[in-house]
């Protein structure tokens, strides 16, 4: 299974919106609304930011938001904070029963 | 509140077994949810490597799925991973993980633990 493909980086200024790409295929992001979006720190596991596409777990920011359009998905982060700045993953299930990463993009608040 | 620990050898030879535990605190194992591994090798992405259920269910990632095995041992609250014949190519930190939601997401992550392959 191949990764799901997402921008190396991405950098904004602080109160700035920045979207996240994520793309798939039809045997994954495409075929399930199984998306979900993690935030990682350095030296930190990482952390639950949205799931199914676009809900967000208790205690997350609503600057976070989530959405999907055929085979790819999105992550933005609005108002920008330096706090954002951090490696965040897509992940997907698959038609195989399994799950697959994206590449990771490191976001950088300028 | 759910906490997960993983533990096991920080150092395994090339051609060893890789071995590892996750001790799942604040939740019992038996109630349900399926627990899993996920690795990051150093200064690189995340691999999803497989998810278990106490059942007996198990889903793991092809291209790992010859040399994985997985266990759950409900007396003492926690599952574990071996991986057979490791090479340096497996050296990363290794995260277990609850999934949850049926198929969905990952909402509690150990701290990772660092596993270097090398003799």
């Known amino acids: 299974q191949s990764a799901l493909t997402q921008p190396a980086s991405v950098s904004g200024s602080p109160g700035q919106s920045i979207t996240i790409s994520c793309s798939g295929t039809?045997?994954?992001?495409?075929?399930?609304?199984?998306v979900s979006w993690y935030q990682q720190h350095p030296g930190k596991a990482p952390k639950l930011m949205i799931y199914d596409v676009s809900n967000r777990p208790s205690g997350v920011s609503i600057r976070f938001s989530g959405s999907k359009s055929g085979n790819t998905a999105s992550l933005t982060i609005s108002g920008l904070q330096a706090e954002d700045e951090a490696d965040y993953y897509c992940?997907?299930?698959?038609?195989?029963?399994?799950?697959?990463f994206g590449t990771g993009t490191k976001v950088t608040v300028l | 509140q759910v906490q997960l620990q993983e533990s096991g050898p920080g150092l395994v030879k090339p051609s060893e077994t890789l071995s590892l535990t996750c001790t799942v605190s604040?939740?019992?194992?038996?109630?349900?949810?399926?627990w899993g591994w996920i690795r990051q090798p150093p200064g690189k992405g995340l691999e999803w490597i497989g998810t278990?259920?106490?059942?007996?269910?198990?889903y793991y990632n092809p291209s790992l799925k010859s040399r994985i095995t997985t266990s759950v041992d409900t007396s003492k609250n926690q599952f574990s991973l071996r991986l057979t014949s490791v090479t340096a190519a497996d050296t990363a930190v290794y995260y277990c993980?609850?999934?949850?939601?049926?198929?969905?997401?990952?909402?509690?992550w150990g701290r990772g633990t660092l596993v270097t392959v090398s003799s």
């Open positions: 993980v609850r999934e949850s939601g049926g198929n969905s997401h990952f909402d509690y």
């Open positions: 278990m259920h106490q059942s007996g269910n198990t």
């Open positions: 604040g939740y019992s194992i038996s109630s349900g949810y399926y």
């Open positions: 992940n997907s299930y698959t038609s195989s029963s399994t799950y697959v």
């Open positions: 039809s045997s994954d992001v495409g075929n399930y609304q199984y």
